[in-house]
């Protein structure tokens, strides 16, 4: 069984509709990731978490927020879809906290399209 | 100027042939990453380093720090190595926010 699993891998949502995007992870990792991909555009950070208390705005977080409901799970909610929103979307998890770099290690990615 | 830059954008080559793709950056990092999406979309890590050079298999990785430059070989290239290859850049040790490059989309024709 894959370490680090997304659900759903593909969604297609209206405009205005509540979606969420979850995130499981068995590797025991504290730190987890949200980025989107873009055509074009390098992976970018919507929000990590270094442990369940700890939850951090990335470079572009308008428009979603997130919950890490335990260590091993950390969802991304999109209050009101907007089709500029349309992406790929990874959730990554690193650890242990170890004070240094530690490799990313990714989950299979969610394509969402909004309409 | 994006704070990560990788060239080529695209590469096409013959199976066997020797790849070189490279990643530039502008600021001081704690650590250099190098990622493959396959076709499918799928991103798996294949080396993270600081300094020198790290081997795994037919990849090499290779970082330069004064030059602010890393270079990934591919050594007897195959078409099951047809992929984006991302650098990404972390900047703070024991703070893993990483940035990205665009990626270079790679082609092996057999």
């Known amino acids: 069984d894959a370490d680090v699993t997304q659900t759903p891998r593909n969604r297609i949502t209206k405009t205005g509709k509540r979606i969420m995007l979850e995130c499981s992870q068995t590797?025991?990792?504290?730190?987890m990731y949200w980025y989107r991909q873009d055509p074009g555009l390098g992976l970018r950070l919507i929000y990590y978490?270094?442990?369940?208390?700890?939850?951090n705005k990335g470079e572009i977080s308008d428009g979603y927020s997130v919950s890490r409901q335990a260590q091993a799970k950390f969802s991304l909610s999109l209050e009101s879809a907007i089709p500029n929103q349309t992406a790929l979307y990874f959730c990554a998890t690193s650890g242990p906290t170890s004070g240094r770099q530690e490799t990313q290690y990714f989950g299979p990615g969610t394509r969402l399209l909004v309409l | 100027k994006n704070e990560v830059e990788q060239s080529p954008q695209n590469l096409t080559a013959q199976e066997g042939e020797f790849i070189t793709i490279n990643c530039s950056y502008s600021?001081?990092?704690?650590?250099l990453h190098w990622l493959q999406q396959h076709p499918g979309g799928g991103i798996v890590s294949l080396f993270m380093l600081s300094s020198g050079k790290k081997k795994h298999g037919r990849l090499i990785a290779t970082i330069n720090i004064q030059e602010k430059h890393s270079s990934l070989h591919i050594t007897a290239s195959h078409p099951r190595d047809s992929a984006v290859y991302i650098c990404a850049v972390g900047t703070n040790f024991g703070n893993e926010k990483l940035t990205f490059g665009t990626g270079t989309r790679l082609t092996i024709i057999p």
């Open positions: 590797k025991g990792h504290d730190r």
């Open positions: 978490s270094f442990d369940v208390k700890d939850i």
């Open positions: 600021v001081g990092i704690s650590a």
